[in-house]
């Protein structure tokens, strides 16, 4: 499974964005879908997961009621959705896919790995 991120860019303090992530491969619906983010200095950070099949998703209690993930087959794609953006949340975004169900916020956990897109919210 190949995956690209997009979708980053600078935004102000309490702005949105929306993330996508474009899988390859024939078997997309397979595949659990996250997102990490890893901020400098950091190590890399759950922020958020979608299941394969009923589409059961996670999130880290830091972007609870404010990111939305989200799948489309159709177009071998995950999304996240942004909202209430703040400073602490500027980071480099990667998405992941894992064969199956949640693997818990440890990124070793995850088989695949796009290469980031950068996320800047400034305050």
């Known amino acids: 499974v190949q995956l690209q991120a997009s979708g980053g860019g600078l935004v102000q303090a309490g702005g949105s964005l929306r993330l996508s992530c474009a899988a390859s491969g024939p078997t997309f619906s397979s595949y659990g879908m996250g997102w990490f983010r890893q901020a400098p200095g950091k190590e890399r950070e759950f922020v958020a997961y979608?299941?394969?099949?009923?589409?059961?998703?996670y999130y880290a209690d830091s972007v609870k009621g404010r990111f939305t993930i989200s799948r489309d087959n159709a177009k071998n794609t995950v999304y996240l959705q942004m909202s209430s953006l703040n400073p602490e949340d500027t980071a480099v975004y990667y998405c992941?896919?894992?064969?199956?169900?949640?693997?818990?916020?440890?990124?070793?956990?995850?088989?695949?790995w796009g290469q980031g897109t950068q996320v800047t919210v400034s305050s």
């Open positions: 979608i299941d394969w099949g009923a589409g059961r998703t």
């Open positions: 992941t896919a894992s064969i199956g169900y949640y693997r818990g916020p440890s990124a070793g956990a995850y088989d695949y």
